[in-house]
DNA sequence: CGACACTTTGAAGACGATCAACGCCGGTGG
DNA sequence: CCACCGGCGTTGATCGTCTTCAAAGTGTCG
């Protein structure tokens, strides 16, 4: 059971960031390897709470149903983030919401006990889920503020931009990561919407054929975003501090 | 310095949760108590990120401001909730947001990195810090779950349920603890729309005159706020489950 | 080629934002 | 005591945005 995995799949993993070898080891052990195609699912809503899990290949999106069947995007989870974080610390017996892959995922899951016993007797491990935690909560914090206070538009090129600052890609030329199916349902819009609004964007240059992005100019999908500019032309220097638009992954 | 506080303030706060007294009060010498009078301004975006803060009194309206000037309500802590919790380890030096008392209010401030550090030094109070976030975090993801599933009167009538649930209120008759306005800015609306939709909430036996609230009828607002019940008639039994609009507060 | 998932497009309607005007109330000052 | 004012909330009319339903287009993979 110990070493089911590649070494290299522990690398650069904010949980296990700082920690000695030795820890990681006897952490890694305690987990076991899990393989999932994609589609399929990893718990569903209702679910005896028993593991939780760290992403280590493939993506991973958390959602909720709503009664009428419509399904909420919470969260997409991808290598070095951690899914079921949130429930180790709440007196839930059950997963609140969904998880499902979706690409061929690699999941590390540990029983929710061990791991929330882990974090007692480790300070260090709990300083990082503390550091994860506070991220994800002003991440939260960020795109529930976009809800309100940005078009579909606006929402799609924030997200574009902040794609291009998160993964280093080539602005001029990269392909969406997710199916536009999925990153509408995470920008809390129809999927319809959001490719009638990718026309506007046109007008911003960006060009979206498929799943390839060509921003052509990064300062004028920036302006677009921030309605200020939009509506005083003047410059937009600072984006990234008020929306976040841009800023680094932990 | 030490002691400048009534001990009454410090009781049932859940930073301190379970921790001992002598800590408790090392701590709180390393406070130092603001009072705030209503409206009064506690912090602002771009100020250098000095202290965080615990609430022993009132109300806190944290919200940002959007480059047309339009205010986007980010949270409001009370009694026992921190501000500025996210900010410590993220590598911020300044305020991301501003903070503001909405009533006369009492703040114990600690300085950012004495307060990093006691929670470095204290893994009890890691622990807590964690559960508190976890908490924040999962009410964040559930209003922006409902800001893309609800309209404006279901969440209305979330808010008034959750009220009654926290704060114990008798459903039949309790005061809004805040204004229309904050309310409204809280569930990402114009007040407006939230004065409108007063008239809706009529329909689910809910009475509101001035800051008057009277919910005649708790299963019947459940069932409007769940719109299943509402297309198919039937029953709604697990709207705390579905929704967190009456789910308990830490 | 054909099946299927994914995406685009069109038309209609619901919903909330916005602008503007008005009502209500408590406080201040003459 | 009354007039005036400012903060807060209500109401009405209009407009833009997003959702919804329906249908057609595109791509991939067997």
Redesign the pocket.
């Known amino acids: 059971m110990q070493r089911d995995f590649d070494p290299t799949l522990l690398k650069d993993i904010p949980v296990f960031h700082d920690l000695p070898p030795g820890d990681v080891d006897a952490l890694v052990a305690g987990g076991k390897r899990h393989d999932y195609a994609?589609?399929e699912t990893v718990f569903i809503h209702g679910d005896p709470l028993s593991r939780i899990y760290i992403v280590t290949d493939g993506a991973i999106r958390q959602f909720r149903e709503t009664p009428?069947g419509?399904e909420i995007t919470i969260g997409l989870a991808i290598r070095g983030d951690v899914v079921g974080t949130t429930h180790v610390f709440e007196p839930f017996t059950s997963y609140q919401w969904n998880a499902q892959a979706i690409e061929v995922s690699t999941l590390l899951a540990f029983p929710v006990r061990q791991f929330k016993q882990a974090i007692k007797e480790n300070s260090k491990l709990a300083l990082n889920m503390l550091a994860i935690l506070s991220h994800d909560m002003n991440r939260a914090t960020m795109d529930a503020e976009q809800l309100?206070s940005?078009?579909?538009?606006?929402?799609i090129g924030c997200f574009l931009l902040r794609l291009c600052s998160l993964y280093h890609f080539n602005p001029e030329h990269f392909e969406?990561p997710?199916?536009?199916?999925?990153?509408?349902s995470k920008l809390?819009?129809?999927?319809?919407?959001?490719?009638?609004?990718?026309?506007?964007l046109k007008d911003a240059g960006v060009e979206?054929?498929?799943?390839h992005v060509a921003i052509h100019d990064l300062h004028r999908l920036e302006c677009f975003v921030c309605n200020h500019c939009s509506t005083s032309g003047g410059d937009c220097q600072s984006l990234s501090e008020l929306h976040g638009g841009i800023r680094e992954h932990g």
Chains 1, 2 share one sequence.
């Open positions: 994609k589609g009428e419509k309100v940005m078009n579909a538009a606006q929402r969406l997710y199916s536009k199916t999925t990153i509408a809390g819009m129809e999927l319809e919407t959001f490719s009638r609004n990718l026309k506007k979206i054929k498929g799943s």
